[in-house]
């Protein structure tokens, strides 16, 4: 009973619900939306934004925000890829993307920290940084299937169980960083720093370190998921991740990871990024004209936003009004 | 427990001539508390006396420049916050710092939540803080969220919080400022059984009477001083009163013999929901009119319904006979109300923007040649103004953030002055500036009154009140106290009638 109603409750569960309505209509529409074959091109789609979402939520339940990840993933996937073909192997190249990852993290979260620069600033910053070294770096130069790493290769072609290897890695991702979000103490002050910033001083967190250390999970995540966009692509280019963390900030707040911080977990990010892909592929399989997806996914993003206010307003006016006992 | 019995104790906590300074203010200059266990502690004084910074030194917010304090007999270690509270040193804050988008439970053990096996156990979390709450006599739920509960259950919640770090000394800043009187009565109930079990409780307030209700031993702060200490049943509510204000008040302001003419502004029965309720009062032309009061009393939110920034629910302002739209400041400027807010820097002044255009701002309409404003006209009538209030500025186009804060208030004076206002209401005129410049702004008000202006003043500062004012208008709790002329006002009586007391003329 407590469980149900924990459920019913759960911030997840409206997303959830939306992801049902849009299979169930394409479905309906397009019998061929939920063959095997459907259900499996969302899940090899959605891989790629849901593990940065994942990373992502980290920062934003902290009232943060990384814009740099799309940036970073296109040069790591690039890095990985190069690095093989030079002779440094598979591990050469994703320790350099692990090392990537770390360093702009931790950049990133240094300025955001300690010098308490706005993150939408130091991040957006950090966006055109990488973005321009990664440029410098190809240089025009393209990475190919040939220079992509077997083992990388094969987790884009392959399915165990018939599920793609690639979501399987998301799914790995969510459910450990699930936990640690909800099980670990650390992970726990996130959410307080989030929720009440000045409060979290006084209870004693230490709110820099816990800043710091999460900007640098969130660059490590999105420094090593370069291999599974590479994986995917199968190729790299300098534009690799280009405008990509906006789809990964759209995931997040489709999923209940309020912007305003202090709430939402990985799953419900997990689940915006899959129903922003589920709605791309309704509306391919709907025939609506595939230019529609986008002005689709942001008027969810203003749903999601305007549905998330009114909670709060609503429970704003209440407080006002003071409760029973009062 | 006899009244005085703890005091055969070792003291818990001894802070011995702390001194703290913010750059050049000098917040606490020799301030000492001693604590028993098993007292209930008032700690009093005015606002700005300094219980504040000596608290959030104890809280670890601050750093004592110098001083000692010891707790337990041992040398207190001023690290932060987390310290304070490992120390046993609990802080429950006037504002609330409870975190809305967590569970009660989590509330209660953040920062040190139950681990079993090095993980979160949200169970054992929830039983303990359920026990908590059953101990502190309240049916709370610890499974739900913190967002939307009443201030009193977040102050349950808070000592809940107190209780779980087995905190020998607790600080209340101000609990009951919010409360309702039932609330009042269960929280003293829970501060009565946390003096039993041997805490020892710091409760400030402004209402002595919960103070002399409640509290066994009391400290009285002035001007970031210790000035007094006593048992509550040796002393009176007069007396400590005069501990509290203890000074002469200064000869400081130049108060000019007024012209007190007809009434300008009518106030009648002004109310607003949770803010303040039937508040009446008549301002005349060539009257200072102060408005006192604690901090949080409704003085601020009572002038801005006036001016029309605020709504309000009931009641009526009349100006000259007309009665005001509500919520229009733009109407109440047009028909001759000025008002220089609290807050210089947010609500009074474009810090980035230039002398001239912050003075001119209320004249656009007549600075403008059709969607232009006159560049060359506005810089002059900038200028002039500036004189006729001796402001200190290099170039009339500099940012007004580069004057000190005396010349800012000048600006936002002038910018009110010159709307030439039948009333002007000035709200903490003088607040964070020097003297000198205090000097002249009491001056230039006393001036503006004998010249006909009604002029409404706000202040904090009782001898800025009784210098400058004709009558004096005390409110408490968002409601009239009690109104005192000029030759009746007296530093006791304004204290007596804001902390809830009756004053016999």
Same mark, same amino acid.
């Given at each position: 009973?407590?469980?149900?109603?924990?459920?019913?409750?759960?911030?997840?569960?409206?997303?959830?619900?939306?992801?049902?309505?849009?299979?169930?209509?394409?479905?309906?529409?397009?019998?061929?939306?939920?063959?095997?074959?459907?259900?499996?091109?969302?899940?090899?789609?959605?891989?790629?934004?849901?593990?940065?979402?994942?990373?992502?939520?980290?920062?934003?339940?902290?009232?943060?925000?990384?814009?740099?990840?799309?940036?970073?993933?296109?040069?790591?996937? @690039?890095?990985?890829?190069?690095?093989?073909?030079?002779?440094?192997?598979?591990?050469?190249?994703?320790?350099?993307?692990?090392?990537?990852?770390?360093?702009?993290?931790?950049?990133?979260?240094?300025?955001?920290?300690?010098?308490?620069?706005?993150?939408?600033?130091?991040?957006?910053?950090?966006?055109?940084?990488?973005?321009?070294?990664?440029?410098?770096?190809?240089?025009?130069?393209?990475?190919?299937?040939?220079?992509?790493?077997?083992?990388?290769?094969?987790?884009?072609?392959?399915?165990?169980?018939?599920?793609?290897?690639?979501?399987?890695?998301?799914?790995?991702?969510?459910?450990?960083?699930?936990?640690?979000?909800?099980?670990?103490?650390?992970? %726990?002050?996130?959410?307080?720093?989030?929720? !009440?910033?000045?409060?979290?001083?006084?209870?004693?967190?230490?709110?820099?370190?816990?800043?710091?250390?999460?900007?640098?999970?969130?660059?490590?995540?999105?420094?090593?998921?370069?291999?599974?966009?590479?994986? %995917?692509?199968?190729?790299?280019?300098?534009?690799?991740?280009?405008?990509? $963390?906006?789809?990964?900030?759209?995931?997040?707040?489709?999923?209940?990871?309020?912007?305003?911080?202090?709430?939402?977990?990985?799953?419900?990010?997990?689940?915006?990024?899959?129903?922003?892909?589920?709605?791309?592929?309704?509306?391919?399989?709907?025939?609506?004209?595939?230019?529609?997806?986008?002005? @689709?996914?942001?008027?969810?993003?203003?749903?999601?936003?305007?549905?998330?206010?009114?909670?709060?307003?609503?429970?704003?006016?209440?407080?006002?009004?003071?409760?029973?006992?009062? | 427990?006899?009244?005085?019995?703890?005091?055969?104790?070792?003291?818990?906590?001894?802070?011995?001539?702390?001194?703290?300074? @913010?750059?050049?203010?000098?917040?606490?200059?020799?301030?000492?508390?001693?604590?028993?266990?098993?007292?209930?502690?008032?700690?009093?004084?005015? !606002?700005?006396?300094?219980?504040?910074?000596?608290?959030?030194?104890?809280?670890?917010?601050?750093?004592?420049?110098?001083?000692?304090?010891?707790?337990?007999?041992?040398? @207190?270690?001023?690290?932060?916050?987390?310290?304070?509270? $490992?120390?046993?040193?609990?802080?429950?804050?006037?504002?609330?710092?409870?975190?809305?988008?967590?569970?009660?439970?989590?509330?209660?053990?953040?920062?040190?939540?139950?681990?079993?096996?090095?993980?979160?156990?949200?169970?054992?979390?929830?039983?303990?803080?359920?026990?908590?709450?059953?101990?502190?006599?309240?049916?709370?739920?610890?499974?739900?969220?913190?967002?939307?509960?009443?201030?009193?259950?977040?102050?349950?919640?808070?000592?809940?919080?107190?209780?779980?770090?087995?905190?020998?000394?607790?600080?209340?800043?101000?609990?009951?400022?919010?409360?309702?009187?039932?609330?009042? $009565?269960?929280?003293?109930?829970?501060?009565?059984?946390?003096?039993?079990?041997?805490?020892?409780?710091?409760?400030?307030?402004?209402?002595?009477?919960?103070?002399?209700?409640?509290?066994?031993?009391?400290?009285?702060?002035?001007?970031?001083?210790?000035?007094?200490?006593?048992?509550?049943?040796?002393?009176?509510?007069?007396?400590?009163?005069?501990?509290?204000?203890?000074?002469?008040?200064?000869?400081?302001?130049?108060?000019?013999?007024?012209?007190?003419?007809?009434?300008?502004?009518?106030?009648?029965?002004?109310?607003?929901?949770?803010?303040?309720?039937?508040?009446?009062?008549?301002?005349?032309?060539?009257?200072?009119?102060?408005?006192?009061?604690?901090?949080?009393?409704?003085?601020?939110?009572?002038?801005?319904?006036?001016?029309?920034?605020?709504?309000?629910?009931?009641?009526?302002?009349?100006?000259?006979?007309?009665?005001?739209?509500?919520?229009?400041?733009?109407?109440?400027?047009?028909?001759?109300?000025?008002?220089?807010?609290?807050?210089?820097?947010?609500?009074?002044?474009?810090?980035?923007?230039?002398?001239?255009?912050?003075?001119?701002?209320?004249?656009?309409?007549?600075?403008?040649?059709?969607?232009?404003?006159?560049?060359?006209?506005? $810089?002059?009538?900038?200028?002039?103004?500036?004189?006729?209030?001796?402001?200190?500025?290099?170039?009339?186009?500099?940012?007004?953030?580069?004057?000190?804060?005396? !010349?800012?208030?000048?600006?936002?004076?002038?910018?009110?002055?010159?709307?030439?206002?039948?009333?002007?209401?000035?709200?903490?005129?003088?607040?964070?500036?020097?003297?000198?410049?205090?000097?002249?702004?009491?001056?230039?008000?006393?001036?503006?009154?004998?010249?006909?202006?009604?002029?409404?003043?706000?202040?904090?500062?009782?001898?800025?009140?009784?210098?400058?004012?004709?009558?004096?208008?005390?409110?408490?709790?968002?409601?009239?106290?009690?109104?005192?002329?000029?030759?009746?006002?007296?530093?006791?009586?304004?204290?007596?009638?804001?902390?809830?007391?009756?004053?016999?003329?």
């Amino acid at each position: 009973m407590n469980a149900l109603r924990n459920l019913v409750k759960a911030r997840e569960l409206p997303v959830f619900l939306a992801l049902v309505l849009v299979v169930g209509i394409a479905g309906i529409a397009n019998p061929g939306f939920i063959s095997a074959t459907g259900a499996r091109d969302i899940l090899l789609g959605v891989a790629i934004v849901a593990i940065l979402a994942v990373g992502q939520t980290f920062v934003i339940v902290m009232r943060h925000i990384d814009l740099s990840v799309g940036s970073l993933i296109g040069f790591t996937s @690039f890095l990985i890829g190069d690095l093989y073909s030079q002779g440094y192997g598979l591990w050469g190249g994703l320790a350099a993307a692990l090392g990537v990852g770390m360093l702009v993290g931790g950049i990133n979260g240094f300025l955001v920290a300690y010098l308490r620069l706005p993150s939408l600033v130091v991040t957006l910053g950090g966006l055109y940084v990488v973005r321009g070294i990664f440029n410098d770096y190809a240089f025009g130069r393209t990475i190919t299937a040939a220079m992509v790493p077997p083992e990388v290769a094969w987790i884009g072609l392959n399915r165990l169980g018939g599920i793609p290897v690639l979501f399987l890695i998301g799914l790995v991702l969510v459910i450990v960083s699930g936990f640690i979000m909800r099980r670990v103490r650390a992970a %726990r002050d996130l959410y307080a720093i989030g929720s !009440n910033p000045a409060a979290a001083e006084l209870a004693g967190i230490p709110v820099a370190r816990r800043v710091f250390t999460a900007f640098v999970i969130n660059g490590s995540i999105a420094g090593l998921a370069g291999a599974v966009m590479l994986g %995917r692509f199968n190729a790299a280019n300098a534009n690799s991740g280009l405008a990509l $963390e906006l789809v990964v900030i759209a995931a997040c707040v489709v999923g209940g990871v309020t912007i305003a911080g202090g709430s939402g977990s990985v799953w419900g990010a997990f689940l915006g990024a899959i129903l922003l892909q589920a709605i791309t592929r309704a509306i391919g399989a709907l025939g609506i004209p595939q230019f529609w997806q986008q002005a @689709f996914n942001g008027a969810l993003i203003i749903l999601a936003i305007a549905f998330d206010k009114y909670l709060s307003t609503r429970v704003k006016t209440t407080t006002i009004m003071g409760s029973d006992d009062a | 427990m006899l009244p005085t019995e703890f005091l055969a104790s070792e003291p818990v906590l001894v802070m011995d001539h702390v001194a703290k300074s @913010f750059g050049g203010v000098r917040a606490l200059v020799d301030a000492s508390l001693t604590l028993y266990p098993g007292e209930v502690h008032a700690l009093l004084g005015e !606002n700005g006396a300094g219980k504040s910074t000596l608290l959030k030194t104890l809280a670890g917010v601050h750093r004592a420049d110098s001083g000692s304090i010891t707790l337990e007999g041992i040398p @207190f270690i001023q690290g932060g916050t987390r310290d304070s509270i $490992e120390q046993g040193v609990a802080v429950i804050y006037q504002e609330p710092s409870l975190f809305p988008d967590l569970t009660l439970a989590e509330n209660v053990f953040i920062g040190r939540q139950l681990t079993a096996g090095g993980l979160v156990d949200w169970l054992a979390m929830a039983r303990r803080s359920l026990a908590l709450f059953e101990r502190l006599g309240v049916t709370l739920d610890p499974h739900s969220k913190a967002r939307g509960i009443s201030i009193a259950d977040q102050q349950i919640v808070e000592i809940a919080k107190a209780l779980s770090t087995d905190a020998r000394v607790i600080v209340m800043d101000e609990p009951t400022a919010a409360l309702s009187s039932k609330e009042v $009565e269960r929280l003293f109930t829970v501060v009565r059984n946390l003096r039993e079990q041997g805490s020892a409780v710091v409760f400030v307030s402004h209402r002595l009477d919960e103070v002399f209700a409640l509290c066994d031993r009391m400290t009285v702060m002035r001007d970031g001083s210790t000035v007094g200490r006593a048992m509550i049943s040796d002393t009176s509510e007069p007396e400590v009163v005069k501990m509290m204000v203890g000074r002469e008040v200064s000869e400081l302001f130049p108060k000019l013999e007024p012209k007190i003419g007809d009434v300008v502004l009518e106030v009648k029965n002004l109310s607003l929901a949770g803010q303040f309720a039937d508040i009446s009062f008549d301002v005349r032309a060539g009257e200072i009119f102060a408005l006192a009061g604690l901090v949080g009393s409704g003085r601020s939110e009572v002038i801005r319904a006036v001016f029309g920034i605020d709504s309000y629910d009931s009641g009526s302002v009349i100006l000259e006979g007309k009665t005001l739209p509500k919520g229009k400041p733009s109407v109440s400027m047009e028909r001759g109300i000025a008002l220089v807010p609290e807050d210089r820097r947010q609500q009074g002044l474009f810090m980035a923007s230039s002398i001239a255009r912050n003075v001119a701002v209320t004249l656009l309409k007549k600075l403008s040649s059709g969607l232009l404003v006159r560049r060359a006209d506005e $810089e002059n009538t900038a200028r002039r103004w500036a004189g006729t209030l001796q402001v200190k500025f290099a170039d009339i186009a500099d940012p007004v953030e580069k004057l000190s804060g005396g !010349n800012q208030q000048k600006i936002v004076l002038s910018k009110w002055l010159a709307t030439e206002p039948r009333v002007l209401i000035v709200d903490e005129p003088t607040r964070g500036i020097d003297v000198g410049t205090k000097a002249e702004v009491h001056k230039l008000l006393s001036q503006k009154a004998q010249q006909g202006m009604a002029i409404i003043m706000v202040s904090s500062e009782l001898p800025e009140v009784l210098g400058m004012a004709d009558r004096v208008f005390v409110m408490r709790e968002g409601k009239h106290q009690g109104t005192l002329d000029r030759a009746e006002a007296d530093p006791e009586r304004i204290i007596t009638l804001a902390t809830g007391g009756v004053v016999s003329v």
